[in-house]
């Protein structure tokens, strides 16, 4: 199948070069090179596609859960966040978005390459699971995404008030514009975590093991981060203020070093979600030991390869488990480009 030849570093590649094609802007300008610049972006976007439905169809073949490994799981939130910066680079060419969202992306693309590519087993419940998963999977990219406009608020904001000339030629959006997503992402962000919270918990009483709900440092520092959340949305529905200028850029800063600490104890310290196992750093830490390999590492690994394919050659034909094509059975529909506010951020 022409899916599984996509590998991770296809996309990656694409992301890179259009990166350094928006660096490039800062520089010169170019009417080609944007289009150029999107180009990459597209190409890599549908390699990324074709990489997870061939992620997702093996993982059916043996049934277990499609696209849920902490590997799929990385992928598909910088796939959603690629999704979203194409759709500002169509619409606000002149300002520079990229500068700040891919290389988030690019981050969850090299962690996923580290993370645990096996797929968890199937939930109790799929509808449950299904909603634990796209809620945290929403809130992941809702917070990078608070995070990029928090930046770009900082920088923005000390420019006017120093006046002094941006950096290069960066272009940033306005600061009403800027405050807006602030709030915006800092209330969805609470509700995600609210329905990843509660749809966890769900899925823990139908596992009848609440108490192990309880001895997973994941849990807690989720419940901190919806806690800080929850708090930030009831004040500033009070305090106005507080939903005003630095103070909410600072908030979405803060709510992205919640967002590091889960993702840490997520994938490096316990297999959440997945019942007991290995710890995920040994995984992490067997993959940078042996990142690139070595000669002598290649030679065994090629003697290897020949002896399993003469172990495979005298096996019956019949052996082998024949694999379909993974039909979807249903749509998801990601809307995060309801963040954005109507109008020129310029």
């Not at 006046?163 to 959006?173: A, G, S």
Request: charged letters at 10%; a positive charge; hydrophobic letters at 55%.
């Amino acid at each position: 199948m022409f899916f599984s030849r996509i590998h991770i570093f296809c996309f990656l590649a694409s992301y890179t070069v259009a990166l350094a094609l928006e660096f490039s802007r800062l520089w010169f300008r170019s009417g080609l090179r944007g289009v150029v610049m999107l180009g990459f972006v597209v190409a890599g976007w549908f390699a990324h596609t074709a990489f997870l439905y061939n992620r997702a169809a093996v993982a059916v073949a043996a049934a277990g859960a499609p696209l849920s490994s902490n590997q799929d799981w990385l992928l598909l939130a910088a796939w959603v966040l690629v999704m979203v910066y194409f759709y500002l680079a169509c619409y606000h060419p002149a300002t520079h978005f990229g500068v700040f969202f891919l290389p988030l992306a690019l981050g969850l693309i090299a962690a996923a390459h580290f993370a645990d590519p096996n797929a968890l087993p199937r939930e109790p419940s799929q509808i449950w699971g299904f909603i634990h998963g796209i809620s945290i999977l929403l809130a992941t990219v809702t917070v990078l995404f608070g995070f990029a406009a928090g930046l770009m608020y900082l920088e923005q904001a000390d420019r006017l008030k120093r006046r002094r000339r941006p950096f290069l030629k960066l272009r940033l959006p306005s600061l009403e514009w800027l405050q807006t997503v602030n709030g915006r992402t800092m209330l969805a962000s609470m509700l995600l975590v609210g329905v990843a919270v509660v749809s966890g918990i769900v899925l823990n009483l139908l596992k009848a093991s609440p108490a192990a709900l309880w001895k997973d440092p994941v849990v807690w520092v989720t419940l901190a981060m919806f806690g800080w959340l929850l708090l930030h949305v009831i004040i500033g529905a009070f305090y106005r203020p507080i939903r005003q200028g630095r103070k909410v850029a600072y908030l979405t800063l803060v709510s992205f070093v919640f967002l590091v600490i889960v993702l840490m104890g997520m994938f490096l310290t316990t297999k959440h979600g997945g019942g007991a196992g290995q710890s995920q750093m040994e995984n992490c830490k067997w993959k940078i030991a042996n990142f690139g390999g070595s000669l002598d590492g290649g030679a065994t690994s090629v003697q290897g390869a020949i002896h399993a394919a003469s172990i495979a050659a005298s096996k019956p034909r019949a052996s082998y488990p024949q694999f379909s094509i993974f039909n979807l059975q249903s749509a998801i529909r990601i809307s995060p480009f309801s963040l954005v506010p109507a109008g020129d951020p310029s």
